[in-house]
């Protein structure tokens, strides 16, 4: 049976990972002159703490090759193919790591990479998707025949709570990180082939966003895959996480409604108080 691989920056829990016989390469997450393993040795909260008090996005990076093979070693030494995801070229060189990993061991022939263009559970809705062709007995060809047709049709975006996290990084300029605080601006950030933009600007309450977050696209979720639907958070209340499960269990579309809780990485970039809704859509 394929073995299928995932970086962290999927953000399948725990239960999630195991239900569906999913292995995990870490990224890093480096605060100050200290490294720490995604989802490993540091969590979202511990990163939180570190950067408000040192006023600084962490910076990431992909796993080492060493960290990268190890993952891959006892499968492809078995004979078994194996069909690695990746954050998206774009964001990271994981998915470069992850070939030449395949090539340190010789295997590129049993190894296929899979470049997800998204982030976060945009990403593990296709390992998800893959995991349950691998339990079928597909091929890893097959697999990835499948991904790279789902890819474009996997629908990923978040709105932000706070956008410190984002101007620090320097993925806003300072004026709009000040004017976003004084005007509760929330703004929406859709992923798309591989890139991040943002779309629409909310204003207000972070409880009211979310909620005309998620009814906003209400058309585009009628249209979704009905297997499952992804809520992903980088620390919302429970209040607010329950209140868009239940609007999105009172549309009767989803056999699954998954809430999971961003990982290291991708807090470190988004900030606390991010939520998204993550689906495919129906092809």
């Known amino acids: 049976m394929v073995k299928i691989i995932s970086d962290s920056t999927c953000d399948l829990s725990r239960e999630l990972l195991e239900k569906y016989d999913i292995d ?21 909260d511990e990163i939180y ?18 960290q ?9 030494e078995a004979g078994r193919e194996v069909v690695c995801f990746s954050i998206s070229a774009s964001m990271s060189t ?47 060809q097959e697999i990835v025949d499948r991904m790279e047709y789902l890819k474009p049709l996997v ?10 996290y984002l101007h ?22 859709v992923v798309e082939n591989g ?23 209400e058309e585009d979720l009628k249209t979704a895959k009905k297997d499952r639907v992804f809520i992903t958070h980088s620390g919302c209340s429970e209040d607010i996480v329950n209140e868009v ?8 579309i989803f056999d699954e409604i998954l809430v999971t809780r961003a990982g290291g990485v991708i807090s470190s970039h988004c900030g606390p108080g991010t939520l998204g809704v993550l689906f495919i859509k129906e092809d």
Request: one cysteine or more.
């Open 68 to 76: 990268t093979i190890e993952p891959m070693r006892p499968y492809v």
């Open 24 to 44: 995990i390469a870490p990224l890093h997450i480096v605060l100050g002159e200290a490294e720490y393993e995604d989802g490993v040795s540091i969590t979202p």
């Open 245 to 252: 499960k239940s609007y999105l269990k009172a549309m009767n």
């Open 168 to 189: 620090r990084g320097g993925r806003c300029s300072g004026l709009a990180a000040m004017a976003g605080g004084v005007l509760k601006l929330h703004p929406k950030i």
């Open 155 to 164: 629908r990923a975006s978040f709105v932000v709570d706070t956008l410190t």
């Open 94 to 140: 994981t998915v470069n790591v992850m070939n030449m990993a395949a090539e340190v061991l010789e295997v590129e022939h049993l190894v296929k990479v899979v470049d997800s263009a998204n982030l976060s559970t945009g990403i593990g809705l296709l390992v998800i998707e893959a995991a349950i062709m691998a339990q079928e007995g597909k091929t890893a």
């Open 49 to 66: 703490k570190w950067s408000d008090e040192n006023k600084v996005t962490p910076k990431t990076s992909a796993a080492g090759i060493e």
């Open 195 to 217: 890139k991040m933009h943002p779309d629409k600007k909310y204003r207000g309450k972070m409880e009211r966003v979310v909620m005309d977050y998620a009814k906003d696209m």
